[in-house]
């Protein structure tokens, strides 16, 4: 059985930090990438960051320089450093995990005060 275990999210002030970090389990087949995606509340969900393998990454414009990805191979773990974080920044995030499927987490709460 696949899980995404996501942790990390919360209630911070602008311009604070926050770390997400998401625990993948169950996958039997190799990970091609790991990511997170965003939805604000009447918006479409949106790419944040992306990670490869090969550990080539991908950011949306509007949080390059400010957000950092990583993820830990052995562990099937990704990381989403979240840093001058903004009242735009607030939504739910979703871990995303490629493989021979697509799979997505349950979503953790960013909310951004200003």
């Known amino acids: 059985q696949v899980q995404l275990v996501e942790s990390g999210g919360g209630l911070v002030q602008a311009g604070g930090s926050l770390r997400l970090s998401c625990a993948a389990s169950?996958?039997?087949?190799?990970?091609?990438?790991m990511g997170w995606y965003r939805q604000a509340p009447g918006k479409q969900r949106e790419l944040v960051a992306f990670?490869?393998?090969?550990?080539?990454?991908n950011y949306a414009d509007s949080v390059k320089d400010r957000f950092t990805i990583s993820r830990d191979n052995a562990k099937n773990t990704v990381y989403l450093q979240m840093g001058s974080l903004k009242p735009e920044d607030t939504a739910v995030y979703y871990c995303?995990?490629?493989?021979?499927?697509?799979?997505w987490g349950q979503g953790t709460q960013v909310t951004v005060s200003s």
């Open positions: 995303n995990v490629r493989a021979r499927n697509d799979y």
């Open positions: 169950g996958i039997i087949f190799s990970i091609n990438g």
């Open positions: 990670i490869t393998s090969g550990g080539s990454t």
